[in-house]
């Protein structure tokens, strides 16, 4: 920890004088500089705010870099005049990882933090340590900093790195390395970023992908970020999808006898730890409570990151017989998973949500048979609901849920990225929580066996995916069946000369449209707002993914008709009032079926198919997956993994995401392509005989 009473016991112990000094709380970093530099304290001659970042190379060692704050410099360049190969600034959980620290509470003091003094490059500019007065740093709070004079500062370093040389930051960035872009140009940048919010996007889906994502998310308010990372708010515009999602897939499975219930979200430790080989591995994931109020709690209680240790005790004490089969619950909930990966919104978050469904068999062909009923639904949300076309197939032994017998799944795929993505999960347990948990039934004999058990989930990750799939440059692209507005009509050539009493006519003809759509189920709105232009709504419900607009004009009006425009493919026409209710239905629907279509054809242009390994690692840089005939041996699918990694770029990978990322298996097809293996095929990458046709790829 780097908290103020740490970070000054660390510098008396070392002997360096130092002053906590308070001042008005100040709630972004430039106030902070401001406020400190201006308020100095009694003797102090004069005070030089600081800056600490930590630059990420793509591979590498990474550097913890202090500055004046006066000192201006670019991360890419002050990165390159440094040899750090693509540095950006890391990551928040990079920061921790390293520092053990937030990154806004990062100081150079954090360095006491880390055992391994080579896991990080310290660069200090000479002007820090040749400021003649002291240094303040900031991280304790908004209302108090660290003053320390810089010969002081120095003899901290050299104390915990032995010896130490700072650099010179301005002939580094003078020396040959590229200027860095004029602040000026960031500031109009942002400008107009706050400008455009109103107005759509600023970059393009092929150009800056992380940002166009972010930007589709936050504009179309689906998003809002959180104070806490890796957890987001999901607004109504997303949150709506989710329960389109929930009202396909919710009857579905009733049908099939799964009946909705509610499980508390906490466990006792005890109930958690108990099942070893089902947490290990997972348990670095697992949040805790451990206090409420002030007071410690006698157990710490875990917050649920699948509910098997909640519930299948549970099942053990309700199932006694046979007659007690099957017995199949769901629940919708969230769930919290810790990671310290990289988070991305819907992608991978801390907390997400999702329905996990838990059931129980007396034999195992009911279970094999359950296993691929939920599949098909999971199919069918991607394929029929979101448009999104998906692989189903089964995983490998090494990508396969541990804890289980065997996993399908159903695989999409983002063009952009050209990476997979795991879309939902359908396990057969086998008897392997039956064991564990003692959840027995009487047979017909009298006898108590092991019974059989699946367990399915489907997250709000299914949102991401969509996004990214149907998005283009002019943001968001709705699949009709899960569009909270699926035609937005809007009022037309209205002039100057447009007299109230024609106005008024036009809007009462978007609404009479309105009624007629909501009539036949079509769920419609008009944009009668009258202090924003015709073409300002057309932006706002394009960015918005609104599948349909509907122009009434006077004179589409005189003719009886509207004009349409798909948001799919810009494609307009003109549509008769009389037969609205017959015709917008059937347009939807062909939105739908189009939009699905041309996702499947991308998708299918990119699935290669290759016999021999020659072209795998070029076919997946050139973001294809690959069809593979496979062994379906672990050993072998870890030297794939490993040679398509390094092979990549010829050096080590350091993240994943790095193009030379290596590839693992995504499923192995249900639908084989034609005849399958052929007799006597050997292995794309190892000299066995070839079992399968497998699907590898880079993947989130
Ligand atoms: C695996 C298995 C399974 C029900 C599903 O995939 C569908 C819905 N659960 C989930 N899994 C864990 O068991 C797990 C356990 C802990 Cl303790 C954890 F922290 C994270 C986990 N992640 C996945």
Not at 287 to 309: F, H, K, M, Y
Not at 490 to 502: D, F, L, M, Q
Not at 655 to 663: F, N, R
């Amino acid at each position: 920890m780097t908290d103020l009473a740490s970070t000054t016991a660390a510098l008396a112990g070392l002997g360096l004088p130092h002053a906590v000094h308070a001042h008005a709380a100040a709630d972004s970093f430039r106030a902070w500089a401001d406020t400190v530099a201006a308020a100095r304290p009694a003797g102090v001659a004069a005070v030089a705010p600081t800056k600490t970042l930590v630059l990420a190379p793509k591979r590498g060692t990474p550097a913890l870099v202090v500055a004046l704050d006066s000192t201006e410099f670019s991360i890419g360049a002050l990165g390159k005049a440094l040899g750090l190969k693509d540095a950006r600034a890391a990551s928040d959980d990079a920061v921790r990882a390293l520092l053990r620290v937030d990154k806004l509470d990062a100081t150079p003091f954090a360095l006491a933090n880390v055992a391994d003094k080579s896991a990080v490059t310290v660069v200090v500019d000479r002007n820090v340590i040749e400021f003649n007065g002291h240094l303040a740093f900031r991280a304790f709070g908004a209302d108090k900093s660290l003053l320390v004079e810089a010969s002081h500062f120095k003899a901290f370093l050299d104390a915990q790195l032995g010896s130490f040389e700072p650099k010179d930051f301005a002939a580094l960035l003078a020396g040959g390395a590229a200027p860095a872009p004029a602040p000026a140009a960031k500031a109009k940048k942002e400008a107009s970023d706050e400008k455009e919010v109103l107005i759509g996007l600023t970059v393009k889906k092929n150009e800056d992908f992380p940002t166009w994502y972010s930007q589709v998310l936050l504009r179309t308010e689906m998003l809002e970020y959180y104070d806490i990372s890796g957890c987001y708010i999901i607004r109504p515009w997303a949150y709506n999808i989710w329960k389109r999602i929930q009202q396909f897939f919710g009857p579905e499975i009733e049908e099939l006898g799964v009946e909705d219930c509610y499980f508390p979200m906490f466990i006792p430790e005890k109930n958690l730890t108990k099942e070893k080989d089902h947490i290990e591995g997972f348990s670095p994931e697992v949040a805790w409570v451990t206090r409420a109020g002030q007071s410690d709690l006698a157990e710490p209680i875990a917050v649920r990151p699948t509910s098997e240790t909640v519930m299948y005790p549970y099942y053990a004490s309700w199932i006694r017989s046979h007659r007690d089969l099957p017995l199949r619950l769901n629940q919708w909930c969230n769930v919290v998973r810790w990671e310290f990966k990289h988070p991305q919104p819907f992608l991978r978050t801390r907390e997400f949500l999702w329905q996990e469904g838990h059931t129980a068999f007396a034999t195992k062909e009911e279970a094999d048979v359950e296993v691929r009923q939920i599949l098909e639904l999971y199919r069918r949300v991607y394929e029929e609901v979101l448009a999104v076309p998906v692989v189903p197939g089964r995983k490998s032994e090494k990508e396969k849920f541990a804890g289980g017998l065997y996993t399908t799944t159903v695989e999409g795929f983002i063009p952009t990225t050209g990476r997979a993505i795991q879309g939902a999960t359908s396990h057969c347990l086998g008897q392997n929580f039956s064991k564990m948990f003692k959840i027995l039934m009487e047979n017909d004999e009298g006898k108590r066996v092991n019974i059989w058990q699946n367990s399915w989930g489907l997250t709000t990750r299914t949102i991401g995916v969509m996004v990214m799939v149907h998005g283009d440059d002019k943001g968001l692209v709705l699949p009709p069946r899960v569009a909270s507005i699926q035609a937005i009509v809007i009022p037309v050539g209205i002039t100057a000369k447009t007299t109230e009493a024609e106005r008024n006519a036009l809007y009462a003809k978007a609404e009479e449209i309105v009624a007629t759509l909501k009539k036949t189920g079509v769920r419609a709105k008009s944009d009668n707002r009258d202090n924003y232009s015709p073409g300002y709504k057309y932006n706002h419900w394009e960015l918005r993914g609104v599948p349909l607009r509907l122009e009434v004009g006077p004179k589409d009006v005189a003719k009886n008709e509207t004009r349409s425009v798909r948001r799919d493919n810009g494609v307009a026409a003109q549509l008769s009032l009389a037969t609205l209710a017959e015709e917008v239905p059937a347009l939807l629907q062909r939105i739908q079926d189009d939009m699905y279509a041309k996702a499947k054809a991308e998708r299918d242009s990119r699935v290669v198919r290759l016999e021999s390994w020659d072209k795998f690692v070029e076919t997946l840089n050139n973001k294809c997956l690959v069809l593979a005939p496979w062994c379906e041996e672990v050993s072998c699918e870890e030297d794939v993994k490993e040679r398509s990694a390094n092979s990549a770029q010829g050096d080590e990978p350091v993240d994943d995401k790095a193009p030379s990322m290596g590839a693992k298996t995504l499923c192995i097809p249900f639908e084989q392509p034609a005849g399958g293996v052929k007799k006597g095929a050997k292995c794309f990458a190892c000299d066995r005989k070839a079992v399968s046709y497998t699907l590898w790829g880079r993947s989130y």
